[in-house]
């Protein structure tokens, strides 16, 4: 797809969906997941009221105001990125040499890459991953990591699998003269490389794409050097496909904070009110002001609410005074509410409960476990299913970045597999004792790959280890066993020269 200046009818296409899109409701709950993510809650903004003289309710600040995030999504997105990834992912291949090369290129920096898309897949419900050349000459292939709401993709299909292009946009603060001048960018990510403009009001509220007079108006994605005679040459080359990778949480591309915002802003409420009904000390006991004044209804629930105090009128002639009706806090009501809230935040993310009884009574077996993990287990193996389609997107670009490297051949029927090694907890001691009981009943391979000992990315380095002890000690018990053959040969000549040495001295020797 290629954006001349003859194509201003479709930039003002893009451009009016870019406008919508930043405003509309899909960008504002990705916003959204970025931001209680990082602990910026509804909360903090919002502000003490009660009930006021007409029966509305109005801000007051002579009450006490506190706003407190308890910031269970965050701790739950964390596990579920921890369980999911937080293990190297192992790349296998029946071709040894093609898996060390790729291994070689999915390096610690591509797993630190991996472990921010999953976390951008669960806020946003899409990370986005750019391969790219690093520019520091080395022809590295290198990955870069997009931020989620950056991002509108604009796809060929109705399933959102193949991109038709992409868009990224972002503010940019630069400076012209002496003042500081915001620019929405937006960089269009085709087949054949980045066109890159600014989105401008051409007045009337109209959006319009104006070619960026910062930056050049197109970059391809690859540049090939060589030299011509004395002449260094650049000749600018495309992947063939667009370089922007999407790895989803899941196929509806719904993120986490949709299940879960309305208990978390139900926790933080409720932890923010109790800490206030505890500092606010005319809230443990109403005032009732005898012989003073009477007040109509509204009044009366304003200065309950407001100052904890109310006015009332006694018979005439009668004696004023001061009477306390204390308000106890029950604590206990509170705590009840928070658990409950904090189970069903856990059961809506599918999370796993840290504190379950009988995970810290130490008395969970493997059931326990596989039970306590089973909500868990199943958004894992939904984002499994769509990370293993990115992958393999991947490879293609992985596979154009090896044939360029000398000394590597790729077979055509190479590939790779993907194994995600969760990083669930687990009875040591019952798994162990598994392992002995079925020790020579399963192969080696598979014996030592569920061996609680043994990461995922040992397993062959394990085997080879074995092999060689096994080797060692046939070696040792063939050496014992030649040491006894030859020390059993030498008694047997000892004793037949000992036989015929008697013989000729005239012994009977039928006893030997």
Excluded at 156 to 162: I, Q
Excluded at 365 to 387: G, T
Excluded at 415 to 441: P, Q
Excluded at 452 to 465: A, C, F, T
Aim: charge should be negative; charged fraction near 30%.
């Amino acid at each position: 797809m290629y954006f001349k200046n003859n194509s201003m009818s479709k930039l003002e296409v893009i451009a009016r969906e870019i406008d919508k899109w930043l405003l509309s409701q899909d960008r504002a709950q990705m916003v959204t997941g970025e931001k209680y993510y990082r602990g910026d809650h509804d909360i903090l903004r919002e502000k003490r009221t009660v009930i006021g003289d007409d029966g509305k309710l109005k801000e007051v600040d002579n009450l006490p105001d506190t706003r407190i995030v308890d910031n269970q999504y965050a701790r739950i997105v964390d596990q579920k990125v921890n369980y999911s990834v937080g293990n190297q992912i192992t790349v296998q291949s029946d071709d040894k040499e093609y898996q060390s090369a790729v291994q070689e290129v999915l390096d610690v920096d591509f797993m630190k890459a991996v472990r921010v898309l999953t976390t951008n897949a669960f806020n946003t419900s899409i990370g986005w991953l750019y391969p790219y050349y690093s520019p520091d000459g080395s022809e590295k292939l290198k990955f870069k990591v997009f931020d989620s709401t950056e991002i509108l993709p604009f796809w060929k299909d109705a399933e959102h699998t193949e991109l038709d292009f992409a868009v990224r946009t972002y503010v940019d603060e630069v400076y012209e003269g002496q003042e500081s001048v915001s620019k929405q960018r937006v960089e269009i990510y085709a087949e054949e490389g980045i066109y890159y403009f600014d989105l401008e009001d051409e007045g009337m509220g109209i959006p319009m794409l104006n070619v960026s007079t910062d930056f050049d108006p197109f970059k391809s994605y690859i540049y090939k050097r060589f030299t011509d005679g004395k002449e260094e040459k650049v000749i600018p080359h495309s992947w063939g496909r667009i370089p922007l990778i999407p790895f989803k949480y899941n196929d509806k591309e719904i993120p986490l904070i949709s299940r879960v915002k309305s208990i978390q802003d139900a926790l933080n409420r409720i932890t923010s009110n109790f800490v206030n009904n505890t500092l606010e000390d005319p809230r443990n006991s109403i005032l009732v002001v005898h012989n003073y004044d009477g007040e109509d209804l509204g009044t009366f629930r304003a200065n309950l609410a407001q100052y904890g105090a109310v006015k009332v009128r006694s018979a005439e002639g009668a004696k004023g005074g001061v009477d306390i009706l204390t308000v106890d806090l029950n604590p206990e009501n509170y705590k009840a509410i928070l658990r409950q809230l904090k189970s069903s935040l856990i059961e809506n993310a599918r999370g796993v409960d840290s504190k379950d009884e009988a995970l810290s009574s130490g008395r969970a077996n493997e059931m326990n476990i596989q039970s306590m993990y089973n909500d868990i287990d199943l958004d894992a193996s939904s984002l499994e299913r769509e990370f293993a389609v990115s992958l393999n997107q991947l490879m293609f670009f992985v596979n154009q970045y090896l044939k360029t490297k000398e000394g590597i051949k790729i077979k055509e029927d190479s590939k790779v597999e993907f194994r995600f090694n969760r990083d669930i907890l687990m009875n040591e001691s019952e798994k162990i004792t598994n392992f002995v009981n079925s020790y020579g009943r399963i192969s080696d391979e598979t014996a030592v790959a569920n061996h609680p000992w043994v990461s995922k990315d040992k397993i062959e380095e394990e085997l080879e280890r074995m092999m060689d002890e096994q080797e060692d000690e046939l070696s040792e018990f063939v050496g014992k066993v030649r040491d006894m053959s030859q020390y059993n040969d030498k008694k047997k000549d000892d004793r037949k020269a000992d036989i015929k040495n008697r013989a000729r001295q005239g012994e009977d020797t039928r006893g030997d």
